[in-house]
């Protein structure tokens, strides 16, 4: 069976020798780290099954499965890295992403997370990236689409007024693609839909989830999501009653002959007032205060639009001498270059006697990123040595991944070859703050993830850049903020160990283009038996409707000490969430998935504050805000 079920890759690239020395690595007592339902988990959706469905492996053969996989191509130590690679993930000290766990070692390997396109404003263009998005859904990726450069409703379409459908329409093309192309029946396709805040269409996109209005009008399966520059927020704070104006990006360029959403920052700022005074832009108009009113009052209902602040993003950015960044991915970590694909021409050839019709396509920047999570709380982070080695594994892993890859377009392995990104971020948080007892709402908390994601940030670029100098850099490091410095500069990293660091990266170069994303890491924390990404827990314990019974949910390490540092989610005071999110960003070089909790009680006043706050502490994305009703819970935190 090994033709169809697993990969003959393996095989391909190891003795027998090798193999049966590999298999000295098992160790059968790790089995004893997982908790009941982490088990049931990796049992049920990550072993190698038969077609009758009876699993093949063991979870330590099928984590020694994809060690064997990750270090495939190593040509050095290949068999250390073999069991360097086994020993972080059955330790669960290190999860990979989802579908590097599920398709390493088997025929369809592919083992990326998140993709993100840029929608061209043309036919083709469109269609294409929808085509792109079924096949990334097919093999179980999820999609970001940036939909910012197509024409708002009732603009021009060559030269005729009023014929443009707008936005929505391809939108639901999107949603509609989403429902048809499912993983094997798993799960549905996933995507989230980016618009900058002055397109024309905005108020239509806001209303795309809510349950009133015009069903032609709705997407109820897309994610939406807001791409915000600095002057919206500076506006919502000092002057909530100014006017906001929303156009065309289409006639932006017929009239303006530059694209608005090709520039931030201040060019863009100016950029912005140039084409308010311009009388030929048509202009929809709408106070800033109502525009908030809309944002809030469909993040409270549905838990979205996302938010992407995109100065902060680019002017982070490590790789902007090679282009800029749009928006991000589903589950808004990912912060890479992006570009529309192009196409050049179709033309009319002979093959062999027949007729074909040859299309050509210029490849864009179509990002594609591959995760992995270190379990913070199965870590001791007190012990910096622990930390640096198992960033130092993880890094090479996924750097290996990119080598590794079955890419579901060709436009995604020609960017990361380009860039090499990877994404390397973070579970259990929770979990280590709970275990070292530190509660969330402290100053303690504030100081302690200073430290810890300076650590891993600054064993994550000494990594690529050690790998760098055994492998090659990325393409385009030459002029990159790595190289000139510029990105210790930014982050204010001056003590003499970065100085030193920022020496060895210029020297040496970096193998990978990007390296820190915090992904929520929902199912993988199950299987590491601890809390999600950077999330506080829901409650301490629960039980979680499953498809068979109840599972039994517990916060992990649950005792007397731990109890009260695990408050629940809804009951923090959100403003230490975003100014914890605000000193990890500082070490991210992309973003991360951040919650915002919130409870009836909250006015919009007080949820546009937590917005704003995180606008100035620098946080570059919020994911969900998920509110909940209070009216029947009686507080646990203090029912002493």
Known sequence: TSGQLYGDYILEHYTKEEIETCEGFLDGTRDQLF????????????????????????????????????????????????????????????????????????????????????????LDGIYRSIDSFAKVSKFGGGMGLYFGKVRAAGSAIRGFKGAAGGVIRWIKLANDTAVAVDQLGVRQGAVAVYLDAWHKDLPEFLALRTNNGDDRMKAHDVFPAVCYPNLFWKLAKEDIDADWYLMCPHEILTVKGYSLEDSYGREWEERYWECVADHRIHKRVIPVKELVRLILKSAVETGTPFTFNRDLVNEANPNSHKGIIYCSNLCTEIAQNMSPVEQVEQRI????????????????????????????GKIDVTNREEVTRL???????????????????????????????????????????????????????????????????????????????????????????????AYFEKRKYHSEEWLRLKEKTA??????????????????????????????????????????????????????????????AHYIDQQ????????????????????LYITNEYTLRQVLNLYILAWECGVKTIYYIRSRSLEVEECEVCSS
């Not at 994404?423 to 070292?436: D, I, Q």
Request: with cysteine.
């Open 391 to 485: 960033t130092q594994y993880a890094v090479r892993a996924l750097d290996n991944v990119i080598d590794l890859n079955f890419f579901p377009v060709p436009y995604a392995r020609i960017n990361n070859m380009k860039y090499r990104p990877i994404g390397l971020g973070v579970s259990g948080y929770h979990h280590m703050l709970a275990k070292n007892g530190i509660s969330w709402e402290s100053e303690e908390h504030l100081a302690f993830t200073d430290r810890v994601f300076e650590w891993i940030n600054y064993a994550a670029i000494e990594a690529s850049c050690d790998n760098a100098r055994e492998k090659g850099c990325y393409e385009l490091f030459e002029g990159s903020d790595w190289q000139t410095g």
């Open 349 to 376: 050839e002979t093959v062999d006697g027949e007729t074909v019709v040859v299309t050509v396509t210029k490849p864009g920047d179509f990002v594609v990123c591959n995760l992995a999570s270190l379990s913070l």
């Open 507 to 568: 020297a040496n170069g970096m193998r990978n283009g990007w390296l820190i994303a915090i992904a929520p890491t929902s199912s993988t924390s199950m299987l590491a038996g601890t809390t999600a990404g950077l999330d506080p827990i829901m409650n301490r314990y629960y039980l979680e409707e499953k498809k068979n019974g109840l599972v039994p949910r517990v916060a992990p390490d649950l005792s007397p000490e731990t109890f009260w540092q695990y408050k629940n």
């Open 35 to 122: 908790t009941y339902s982490g088990l049931e988990l990796l049992l049920s959706r990550y072993v190698i099954r038969s077609r009758e469905n009876v699993p093949l492996e063991s979870p330590q053969e099928m984590f020694l499965g994809i060690a064997l996989h990750l270090a495939m191509l190593e040509k050095n130590d290949r068999l250390e890295w073999v069991r360097r690679f086994y020993d972080m993930l059955s330790t669960l000290k290190v999860t990979m992403a989802t579908p590097t766990l599920s398709n390493a070692r088997k025929p369809y390997h592919q083992l990326s997370s998140c993709f993100i396109d840029t929608v061209p404003d043309s």
């Open 576 to 595: 230490w969430s975003v100014r914890a999110g605000g000193i990890r960003q500082r070490h991210v070089d992309q973003a991360q998935s951040m919650n």
